[in-house]
């Protein structure tokens, strides 16, 4: 239970809230004390995340659309900007909307590098450039990407989502160094495995991933990237932590 509500009075915008890290970091930042504005594609799960921050106390928005398409994020941001309970502001965005994909170059299903692309990499940027030239403006503001370790580290079993998440750790990093003058933090938060519906989109199964991780015990819960998050936020004002990565203890790679 967080105390105090640190984040009262803010107002945070989750892509990829309907399941996984998005849906615990929306739950979180609202029992911090944020409004909070939800956006992923399943209409009927993102209504069940926002019944479950209501019956917590919390204020929600929500808004069903694709984070690679540019007018569903133009439409997010807009209803954001006019919602009363928000403050018709917000103050945090948090990059989270993504899928995974098994596989490398060569063992990877090429029908689906677009999606991973325009999903991850292309529907990424457009939001963190839209957020950014609204908080530049403001002279303050958070947008938190949620990258990988195999953003960092590229590993055989993800090589070709890695490439992806590289590409979105890069644009994290360079984004920094283009507002920091300007009051805007911009932080990096690469998770390890973490257990939810991500392993399923991927496509993983025993012999291209579950074997290769089997003596790493106890995985992580989304819960913990959602504390990490939650926990960087409420740093003061001129403590930007840029980049944090989260694995399970377990976890030796990558
Ligand atoms: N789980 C891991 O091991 C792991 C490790 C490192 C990084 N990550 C990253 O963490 C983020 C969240 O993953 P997760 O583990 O929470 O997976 P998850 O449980 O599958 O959640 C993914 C979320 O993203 C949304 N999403 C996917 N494509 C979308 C699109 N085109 N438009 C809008 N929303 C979209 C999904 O909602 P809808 O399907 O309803 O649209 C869902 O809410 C991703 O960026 C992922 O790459 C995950």
Redesign the pocket.
């Known amino acids: 239970m967080i105390k105090n509500k640190p984040l009262s009075g803010k107002t945070a915008i989750v892509?990829?809230?309907?399941?996984?890290?998005?849906?615990a970091t929306a739950l979180t930042l609202a029992m911090a004390g944020a409004a909070v504005a939800i956006?992923?594609?399943?209409k009927d799960?993102?209504i069940k995340v926002a019944s479950d921050i209501q019956a917590k106390g919390g204020k929600v928005l929500s808004f069903a659309?694709?984070?690679?398409y540019p007018e569903d994020i133009d439409k997010l941001l807009e209803q954001t900007l006019q919602w009363k309970e928000g403050g018709r502001k917000y103050d945090i965005v948090v990059v989270?909307?993504?899928?995974?994909l098994a596989g490398g170059t060569l063992s990877s299903d090429h029908s689906q590098w677009e999606?991973v692309y325009n999903?991850?990499v292309l529907?990424a940027a457009y939001l963190i450039r839209s957020a950014a030239q609204y908080f530049v403006g403001r002279k303050k503001g958070d947008i938190v990407v949620?990258?990988?370790?195999?953003g960092r580290n590229i590993s055989p079993f993800s090589a070709f989502?890695g490439s992806s998440?590289f590409a979105v750790n890069a644009i994290a990093e360079g984004l920094r160094q283009e507002v920091c003058a300007h009051g805007v933090r911009v932080s990096l938060v690469?998770?390890?495995?973490?257990?939810?519906?991500?392993?399923k989109?991927a496509g993983y199964n025993e012999d291209n991933f579950y074997k290769s991780i089997a003596h790493m015990g106890k995985l992580l819960k989304?819960q913990a990237i959602a504390d990490g998050i939650c926990w960087l936020l409420t740093q003061p004002p001129n403590v930007n932590v840029s980049e944090i990565m989260i694995r399970a203890t377990g976890q030796n790679y990558p």
């Open positions: 892509t990829g809230a309907s399941s996984g890290i998005g849906r956006f992923a594609r399943r799960r993102l659309g694709d984070a690679s989270n909307a993504g899928r995974g999606e999903t991850n529907g949620v990258g990988s370790v195999v989502y998440k690469m998770p390890g495995i973490v257990k939810s519906e991500f392993q989109v989304p």
